[in-house]
């Protein structure tokens, strides 16, 4: 059901080709120009020490790598070094080069190369030139997954089989880049609105937090009812279907008073040039108000999608296999093509930051904090904010299965913290030796049982 929008719409123009956006349109009362920190939330108290540790090149308790300090991915990130040509980029990042994790060190080296002969470009221009290359050898990879999905869901009930039919539908339209019309969710705005927060907290501007922090205030009253909820009431008479009309127009109505509020806020604050809200606030107006806008395929969006139509399977077996085959889709984490194609849609801040955020250094719950672990210095590691948002609230003795190299990185990580502590960098900065002591108790207790973690303290003064 399309709503004509009845309340304010700002202006809209043509966006300029160098804002790099796939977008068609931008608010246009001004032209804009290309503009996870410790992970973005609930902060870990008593962590200062550790933060201070971080200066010292620890190796990630995960992976091996070097943390990257989260003092200097604020200033990166402040410096806008981003956003400017391409040689400049690598200068800035050379010295960090060690800290990237795979597939991030594989790009940084794509993009090293193409500076060689264009080193004027920005790192938006570069993705864009080397994305349809990489958007050919992604769609092979997608497609037997894809297929296989297809062939799964042969075996869905009627109603199952029509709504998955209908997501590929939506998906088919997305892989090539035709417009398509969108519900609005007000979860996954805040949700997109606490990502960006992340980023804005990283450049520490103390003007933009407080900006973005009051878009969140208003974002959170956002009505979350969608009209397919409302929808799907039985009709039973005129009366009653008027009366569903009204409460979705009056849903549109409060949504679009909202956003009418974070548009005029986000126009005349210091954020107004920031690429990635902008091109939220774009998207989020046509989902508002029904209107067809291009939207690249996301990974995670379509298993969520999925996941809700296969809950609904009463063949567990099938909804199980149906999920495991969509995960195998490849991520920007595991595949250089997905990054590649993500990434060509964002600006060039947004694709530095992408670039060395995971591995920024952050504090790390050996017991999750939401399965009773206590923001106390014994139950903090440090890890990079890949690892860390990857575990989520996973028990440690799981993620050590998944993870087994872990066993050598957390000995490596404690190598370099006796070394610290015997050099007296620890009494530097107000550290005991007995958080070493008691990173290697908890790591031992929490391990599998069939598999303890036994790290060597031998030199530990």
Not at 211 to 231: C, R, V, W, Y
Not at 420 to 431: M, R, S, V
Request: aromatic share 8%; hydrophobic share 35%.
């Amino acid at each position: 059901m399309k709503i004509t929008p009845i309340i304010y719409r700002p202006f809209i123009q043509k966006s300029n080709k160098a804002n790099s956006c796939r977008s068609s349109y931008v608010l246009g009362m001004k032209s804009i120009t290309p503009a996870d920190t410790v992970s973005f939330g609930r902060s870990a108290k008593n962590a200062e020490v550790l933060r201070e540790l971080m200066e010292y090149k620890i190796p990630d308790m995960y992976s091996g790598k070097i943390l990257l300090n989260p003092k200097d991915m604020e200033n990166l990130v402040s410096s806008h070094v981003f956003s400017g040509p391409i040689s400049n980029v690598i200068e800035a990042l050379e010295p960090y080069k060690n800290c990237l994790h795979e597939i991030e060190s594989i790009v940084f080296s794509t993009i090293k190369k193409a500076a060689q002969t264009k080193p004027q470009a920005t790192m938006a221009e570069i993705l864009e030139n080397i994305a349809p290359a990489h958007y050919k050898r992604l769609r092979r990879i997608q497609t037997p997954h894809f297929n296989n999905l297809k062939t799964l869901a042969k075996e869905m009930p009627d109603k199952q089989r029509k709504e998955f039919q209908e997501l590929m539908e939506i998906t088919d339209k997305k892989l090539r880049n035709e417009p398509i019309l969108q519900p609005f969710s007000a979860k996954e705005f805040n949700y997109k609105l606490c990502r960006i927060a992340e980023e804005v907290e990283a450049g520490n501007n103390q003007e933009e937090i407080s900006t973005i922090n009051t878009i969140k205030d208003i974002a959170s009253n956002m009505p979350e009812k969608t009209e397919d909820e409302i929808l799907s009431f039985k009709d039973k008479s005129k009366v009653y279907r008027n009366k569903k009309q009204r409460t979705i127009q009056s849903l549109v109505r409060k949504r679009g008073e909202l956003l009418k509020q974070i548009e005029t806020l986000y126009m005349n604050s210091p954020l107004n040039n920031n690429f990635e809200l902008e091109r939220l606030l774009i998207q989020t107006r046509s989902k508002i108000f029904n209107i067809p806008i291009k939207t690249s395929f996301n990974r995670k969006s379509f298993i969520y999608e999925l996941k809700k139509i296969t809950d609904t399977l009463p063949n567990t077996k099938l909804a199980h296999k149906m999920i495991q085959t969509a995960l195998k889709l490849p991520t920007s984490h595991n595949d250089i093509s997905a990054f590649i194609v993500k990434s060509s849609d964002y600006s060039s801040a947004k694709i530095g930051y992408n670039l060395i955020a995971p591995s920024e250094g952050s504090i790390e719950h050996l017991i999750p904090y939401n399965k009773a672990g206590h923001d106390l210095l014994s139950n903090y590691g440090l890890a990079s904010k890949y690892y860390n948002s990857d575990r989520t609230d996973r028990e440690m003795a799981q993620y050590l299965r998944l993870h087994p190299e872990a066993y050598k990185n957390c000995q490596k990580q404690v190598n370099r913290l006796i070394e610290l502590y015997n050099n007296d960098t620890f009494a530097k900065i107000g550290l005991s030796k007995w958080y070493i002591i008691n990173f290697a108790q908890q790591m031992y207790k929490l391990s599998p049982p069939e598999k303890r973690m036994v790290l060597d303290l031998s030199k530990l003064n």
